[in-house]
């Protein structure tokens, strides 16, 4: 099905990101959050990052300004009616991703393809709460979206081909690199980094070196482009703890339970980037 429109649910960092590529690829958007506030600060934030591309002489000013114009923000499901593609990123929580789903469905268009962006949750059970499965796939982006390069598309048990062509294809437009794959816990990329990134803070203990010194083991010695203290707290300590819970819950392999470390600071509120301290302060 050929897109022109697409809506984007939950406008944090992912969503917001994910709000970013699509204007700049040229789609027209309409992304939606729960206030006005939050709405603006999404389309504030896309805004400077594309006025940074303008500075940086990566972007003319038209194109920057033509860009922001094709993004309009919102407080009402129901602006996304006309949407070809809808893209989901809020919460990281099954149960509010089911019932978004089922809304979504009762909104949309029939012919309508509606992607959750989870990274560690079950696409086929997020489905499972519509009556139409087969328009439900994943898209999932990594952080932060508009600088990397990897969109996994994610087929659930009953998703169309249809829809996940028309997800790949649209990864194409954004200029960004599908993998096509299917829905098992963590998909391709989480069910590697996840495990990777909890030896990596258990190492912390066990060699006891400091965050600086095992991130710059990691980026020295692996090639790594950013520690993984860095990248923990870019993720946000919460958003690992939780995809590692999913997976633990999934796999029941040790490597991928939360280590004790990361979920007393996450119980403390050190969350990384987004709270202003986690491994680094900020
Ligand atoms: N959104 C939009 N634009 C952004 C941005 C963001 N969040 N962050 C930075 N930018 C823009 C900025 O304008 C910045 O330029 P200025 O600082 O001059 O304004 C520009 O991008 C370049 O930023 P950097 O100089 O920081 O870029 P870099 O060359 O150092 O690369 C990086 C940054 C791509 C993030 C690189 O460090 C990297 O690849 N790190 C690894 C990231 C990674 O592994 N991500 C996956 C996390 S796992 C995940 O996401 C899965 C999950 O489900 C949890």
């Known amino acids: 099905m050929e897109v022109t429109r697409i809506g984007v649910v939950g406008l944090g960092a992912m969503g917001a990101g994910i709000a970013q590529v699509a204007v700049e690829a040229g789609f027209a ?7 006005d506030e939050l709405g603006e600060t999404a389309a504030a934030r896309i805004g400077h990052f594309l006025t940074r591309k303008v500075e940086k002489g990566q972007r003319t000013q038209d194109e920057r300004d033509a860009a922001v114009a094709r993004l ?8 996304l009616a006309d949407c070809d593609l809808v893209i989901e990123a ?11 789903f089922a809304a979504l469905e009762r909104t949309c268009r029939a012919d309508a393809v ?6 560690a949750l079950s696409v086929t059970e997020i489905a499972a709460a519509t009556s139409s499965p087969g328009r439900i796939v994943g898209m999932h982006f990594f952080n932060p979206a508009p600088l990397m390069p990897l969109v996994e598309v994610v087929r659930a048990e009953l998703s169309s081909d249809d829809a996940v062509e028309t997800a790949v294809a649209v990864v194409a437009q954004f200029g960004k690199v599908a993998v096509p794959c299917h829905d098992t816990p963590g998909f391709v990329v989480n069910r590697v980094l996840i495990p990777l990134l909890n030896d990596c803070v258990r190492v912390l203990d066990e060699a006891r070196v400091t ?4 991130d710059a083991a990691m980026t020295n010695g692996a090639g790594w482009p950013m520690g993984p203290c860095t990248l923990v707290d870019l993720v946000g300590i919460d958003v690992h703890v939780h995809a590692s819970e999913a997976l633990y819950e999934k796999l029941r392999e040790p490597r991928m339970a ?9 119980n403390a509120g050190l969350l990384g980037r987004k709270s202003g301290r986690g491994f680094y302060a900020y």
């Open 72 to 79: 309009e923000t919102t407080t009402d499901l129901a602006a």
């Open 90 to 100: 809020i919460v990281e929580e099954l149960d509010p991703k089911r019932a978004l």
């Open 211 to 214: 965050p600086e010194a095992l």
């Open 29 to 35: 958007v309409v992304g939606r959050e729960v206030t």
């Open 114 to 119: 509606l992607a959750t962006n989870t990274s």
């Open 258 to 266: 939360p280590p004790p470390r990361l979920v007393a600071m996450r």
